[in-house]
């Protein structure tokens, strides 16, 4: 199951700003939906955001609504995550996922999942 590759966390101060990779191994992205999902400790796993690289749609949580912007390269082999004005609670382990669906589908069946990359934000 570890066919993505997360990169880009790190230890970031509030207001600053990372930016978070996924790339695929084996495959490419183009027809599938990518998604960003975050676990905090002692929190569920939640969808933070997702590209749909069969149109371009996204679509955000609206904890990072403004914040946070993802995009996919031509050809479409690496999704990115920019994530802006950072803020404590956004630290959390990011996952990328990928599934041939929708972004208005997407949750934690997706098929393909990332091992994590960690991000910490201090105050």
């Known amino acids: 199951e570890v066919q993505l590759q997360a990169s880009g966390g790190g230890v970031v101060q509030a207001g600053g700003s990372l930016r978070l990779s996924c790339a695929p191994s084996?495959?490419?992205?183009?027809?599938?939906?990518i998604a960003w999902f975050r676990q905090a400790p002692g929190k569920e796993r939640e969808g933070v955001s997702c590209?749909?690289?069969?149109?371009?749609?996204?679509s955000y949580a609206d904890s990072v609504k403004g914040r946070f912007t993802i995009s996919s390269d031509n050809p479409k082999n690496t999704v990115y995550l920019q994530m802006n004005s950072l803020k404590p609670e956004d630290t959390a382990v990011y996952y990328c996922a990928a599934d041939l669906i929708d972004c208005s589908k997407y949750g934690e069946f997706m098929y393909y999942w990332g091992q994590g990359t960690q991000v910490t934000v201090s105050s």
């Open positions: 590209i749909s690289t069969t149109d371009g749609s996204t």
């Open positions: 084996g495959f490419t992205f183009d027809d599938y939906a």
